[in-house]
């Protein structure tokens, strides 16, 4: 699990079952903070709640009490280890395109990333298999019925900084690396 929590009061969840999942599974949200506990919206019925410890963040009850568990809920932190670039992740989402901008807002989220295809924007060595940008505008062109629609998909994506969308400075993009499904939809 890695879990990367902003100043903007998002974050980026990061979770995969060792020996069971081969990519991670992604939720992007907003956390708060009620009685002293890190709280984020993980987008099941139930909050997930954190408490800071000297060691890092402990998974907790609603209550701040720590699970009786053999399992580590601590998670350390490692500031600046990835260099804000976040690895490859299965995430669901709606992706449009209109005016020649990609956008794509996460399941449970009002928040909108740019987002182009992940060719050129490889993680961990890998760039087999990527869509570009060209190929990921002919796929939405082929699955709506007019730009601008919205595309409701489950992708294997990366983020990291990219040009701004305007002026000269950079963005945090969401890149799409595949289409893994485009028969899901968003949990309501």
């Known amino acids: 699990m890695q879990l990367w929590v902003r100043n903007d009061s998002t974050f980026v969840l990061r979770q995969r079952y060792n020996d069971m999942d081969s990519m991670a599974f992604g939720t992007i949200g907003k956390w708060h903070v009620v ?9 099941t019925d139930k909050s997930d709640f954190w408490k800071y410890t000297g060691n890092g ?22 500031a600046g280890e990835l260099h804000d ?11 449009t395109y209109l005016a020649d901008a990609m956008s794509f807002q996460p399941c449970g989220t009002s928040i909108n990333w ?10 961990e060595g890998e760039k087999g298999g990527s869509l570009n940008t060209l190929e990921l505008e002919r796929h939405y062109a082929r699955s709506v019925k007019q730009g601008g629609e919205p595309w409701t998909i489950s992708v294997e994506c990366s983020m990291a900084m990219g040009p701004a969308m305007e002026g000269d400075g950079v963005d945090e993009y969401l890149f799409i690396h ?4 485009d028969t899901v939809t968003c949990p309501k």
Do not use: Y
Not at 35 to 43: K, P
């Open 35 to 43: 009685n002293g506990l890190m709280t984020i919206d993980t987008g």
């Open 114 to 123: 740019p987002c182009a295809g992940g060719e050129q924007w490889t993680d």
């Open 57 to 78: 963040i402990e998974e907790v009850d609603e209550m701040g009490e720590a699970s009786k568990t053999s399992l580590n809920n601590i998670l350390e932190k490692h």
């Open 85 to 95: 670039e976040i690895p490859r992740m299965r995430l669901t989402g709606t992706f």
């Open 178 to 181: 595949r289409v893994v499904s």
